[in-house]
């Protein structure tokens, strides 16, 4: 369980990095955080999915909730 929230976490963010990153047009940044972004969207779809057919309703919502607290912490770090 902790892997899902944990992964969902840093897709957030690893997404949000990537879009600034293409925004400033820095190709080596741009390029690392997408592949960050790649991997834990490959661990955290794989898990998610899993909880979805084993119909593990607790794993679902965590999935749900750490991307959307992953949202929050992007935010406040882009505040900073």
Request: hydrophobic share 50%; charged share 15%.
């Amino acid at each position: 369980m902790w892997i899902v929230a944990i992964s969902q976490i840093l897709f957030a963010m690893f997404r949000n990095l990537n879009f600034k990153y293409i925004a400033e047009r820095n190709i080596s940044m741009t390029l690392l955080s997408s592949l960050g972004l790649k991997i834990t969207l490959l661990i955290s779809t794989y898990f998610g999915i899993s909880g979805i057919i084993e119909g593990d309703y607790i794993l679902i919502f965590v999935y749900l909730l750490s991307g959307t607290l992953g949202d929050l912490l992007s935010f406040k770090i882009k505040k900073t």
